[in-house]
């Protein structure tokens, strides 16, 4: 889950309709899982977050599912929005450690 | 808003130059991070300071180092300045050592020619 470069895959959707942002981890001793938002210009700014025990987990718009079998997050939007165009990051974090570990982004670009 | 705020916002430095920048954590956060985000990239770790101590480093050089206060702020220090060095510099803010949520602030834009 390192970075890939200075081309990101981007994913353009139109507003209102659900997005779905994928990203495979590396590390099977990591036990929990962060999504961040980075917006032109700015810091990431945390999203939803999920451990290793549970496979699902909601919040407002947003859900994230955690497959550990073949190490694969995925962050789900509903309704998008024009404010939700940014730069996705996933994170891993291994059990005991302290680090987060970013994979390399997806860019989101609502259409109106 | 997390309540992490960073300085300075810009800077531009030359090769071979030294550089600190400045981390200030979210109220009650006693744990803070430094990560490097090279442009189109995703943020790596530098290291971690937790009670003062540095407490976990990735895979960077002894030129970059840090400090953690007692009020929790932090500094990162940044030796004989490369051009790759040109980077985002974020720092994140946790609660009690390593395993809560880190919330990032805006970050410090370093620029070396």
């Known amino acids: 889950g390192e970075s890939v470069g200075l081309h990101l895959p981007t994913l353009s959707v139109q507003e209102g309709d659900n997005s779905i942002i994928n990203c495979a981890y590396s590390n099977s001793a990591s036990d929990y899982f962060i999504w961040y938002k980075q917006e032109s210009g700015k810091g990431p700014q945390f999203i939803i977050d999920i451990r290793s025990n549970m496979d699902k987990r909601q919040g407002q718009r947003v859900t994230v599912l955690l497959n550990k079998t073949v190490k694969h997050l995925s962050l789900q939007i509903a309704a998008t929005q024009p404010g939700d165009s940014a730069v996705y990051f996933c994170?891993?974090?291994?059990?005991?450690?302290?680090?987060?570990?970013f994979g390399g982004g997806t860019r989101v670009l609502v259409k109106p | 808003e997390t309540g992490v705020t960073q300085s300075p916002t810009h800077l531009i430095k030359t090769r071979g130059q030294q550089v600190t920048l400045r981390c200030s954590s979210q109220s009650g956060h006693n744990t803070v991070s430094w990560y490097q985000q090279a442009l189109g990239q995703g943020p790596q770790f530098i290291f971690q300071y937790y009670r003062e101590e540095e407490n976990g480093r990735g895979n960077f050089p002894p030129r970059f180092s840090g400090l953690q206060f007692p009020n929790y702020s932090s500094e990162l220090n940044v030796n004989a300045l490369e051009l790759d060095d040109s980077a985002l510099y974020l720092c994140?803010?946790?609660?009690?050592?390593?395993?809560?949520?880190?919330?990032f602030g805006p970050g410090t834009r370093l620029l070396v020619l």
């Open positions: 994140a803010s946790s609660l009690a050592g390593s395993q809560e949520t880190q919330y």
């Open positions: 994170a891993e974090r291994a059990a005991a450690g302290n680090k987060l570990t």
